[in-house]
């Protein structure tokens, strides 16, 4: 099958319930500075050179509301697809990774989580490169404080921290891995909490680069807070004309 490349096409995951906000309100759809969560993460996409195409995964209850939201932020030509997700995120990995591998187009495929808004053109450029190379890459970063285990006993030990890393989205892969690592119906049985295990389950290597500490999950209500702290204090982060 002949795939354009170097273009990367993207998967965004937004069909969680964001229960830990604790909000009646889809986390996807809070407001960081006057404009959602959700729409924060795929217009900085929709910006970026290195994105061919946005495929959005979204819950099946709120076609509605993300269609209203395009038309009061503006239409983003990048999103070609809003495909429904599943009930638990390996189900909506893999619906929007079977749209993809329905119609392809990039060589190089990232899936993102859609309370990520602030993805950098630099770590996506990283990504991109090592998975020309390699078959999955994740971005990291370093564990700086102290960690514990808790023993059944009751006990704890301190882990090694250097042998520890915090992963973040996107991860990247080729077009050419969906069907095996994703859509083959032993992987389907799977649930991994991100892609690269998937690969892992194969016995294939995950290689990893630097990730950035601004590319946070929003999860929390106070994580909204220090969104709109990182939007102050970095022009980087911003986004004309919202910020």
């Known amino acids: 099958m002949n795939i354009k490349e170097p273009c990367v096409d993207m998967v965004v ?3 969680g319930k964001g229960t830990r906000m604790k909000s009646a309100t889809n ?7 006057g404009v959602p969560l959700i729409y924060r993460t795929l217009y900085r996409l929709n910006a970026l050179s290195i994105v ?13 509301v993300f269609d209203d939201m395009l038309c009061t932020y503006g239409a ?5 697809g809003v495909v429904n997700g599943g009930i638990e995120r390996h189900e909506s990995v893999r619906r929007g990774l079977n749209y993809i591998h329905k119609n392809p187009l990039s ?12 993805v950098t053109a630099l770590m996506m450029e990283r990504l991109a490169k090592s998975s020309q190379e390699k078959t999955v890459t ?6 700086n404080e102290t960690v514990r285990r808790r023993h059944k006993n009751g006990a704890t030990q301190i882990v090694d921290r250097d042998q520890l ?3 973040q989205t996107p991860q990247a892969f080729k077009y050419d891995d969906i069907a095996t690592c994703f859509l083959a119906e032993n992987q389907q049985k799977l649930e991994f909490t991100d892609e690269a ?8 290597a995950v290689s990893m680069v630097d990730g950035e500490k601004s590319n946070i999950k929003v999860t929390t209500k106070e994580d909204l807070v220090w969104s709109e702290f990182l939007l102050e204090n970095s022009t980087q982060l911003r986004l004309d004309p919202f910020d």
């Open 165 to 167: 890393f915090i992963t």
């Open 76 to 80: 983003l030509h990048k999103v070609e």
């Open 107 to 118: 060589g190089i495929v990232m899936t993102h989580d859609g309370a990520r808004p602030f």
């Open 27 to 33: 986390k996807m759809y809070q407001k960081i500075k």
């Open 52 to 64: 061919r195409r946005i495929i959005v995964v979204i819950r099946e209850d709120e076609g509605a």
């Open 138 to 143: 994740i971005p990291v970063i370093n564990v």
């Open 13 to 15: 995951l937004a069909a």
């Open 197 to 204: 295990g998937y690969f892992e389950h194969l016995g294939l």
